[in-house]
């Protein structure tokens, strides 16, 4: 996170400036997204193998395919976590009483950028998101199993791997 004339910003992949307090909705970038998202561990990292939260976030979004959601609804579970690629934890270190400020005006940004509306999809993102999770802890052996597969399953992609696999799933559901 930089800061300009004490305004919290974040230095993209794609060489722009995004004001995190006033985000510019043309700047987000799903190139950015995918990229910050194929880097970040889920789990808080706290596993013997990267999985990245862009290749849960596909997961989240075939799983709301099967459950014949919309493509907006698909669209809203594969860029539920994009907050993520822009408020990173140097945005807590100095302003943590903002996170969540932080957190609602970019979703906010990025709800304008893809035509979205996070609000109208929340409750099944939710589910969605959760029955995934379930999905994973299962298939990493981080809880008991009845045998019900609730995710398509975890390939452990390589970060420029999960970058591809997002942006091609972003490209099928954004047509």
């Known amino acids: 996170m930089n800061t300009t004339a004490e305004r919290p910003s974040i230095h993209t992949v794609s060489g722009n400036l995004l004001d995190l307090e006033h985000p510019d ?18 789990f808080g990292g706290q596993l013997d193998q990267f999985y990245s939260v862009a290749e849960h976030s596909v997961s989240c979004a075939k799983l ?17 976590a994009s907050t993520q690629a ?3 934890d140097h945005s807590l270190n100095s302003r943590a009483d903002e996170f969540t400020n932080f957190e609602t005006v970019v979703e906010s940004a990025i709800e304008i ?16 998101v959760a029955a995934v999770n ?9 809880s008991r199993s009845d045998g019900t597969r609730f995710c398509p399953g975890i390939e452990f992609y390589s970060p420029p791997q999960a970058r591809q696999l997002f942006l091609q799933h972003f490209a099928e559901i954004a047509l």
Do not use: V, W
Request: aromatic letters at 8%; charged letters at 25%.
């Open 25 to 42: 909705p043309l700047i987000i970038s799903i190139g950015d997204i995918a990229t910050a998202l194929s880097n970040k561990c889920m």
């Open 64 to 80: 709301a395919a099967m459950h014949d959601l919309d493509r907006k609804g698909q669209l809203a579970c594969l860029l539920y």
């Open 86 to 88: 822009y408020i990173s």
């Open 113 to 128: 950028r893809f035509g979205l509306n996070f609000e109208l999809y929340r409750d099944c993102i939710q589910r969605i």
């Open 134 to 142: 379930r999905g994973e802890c299962d298939e990493l052996g981080r």
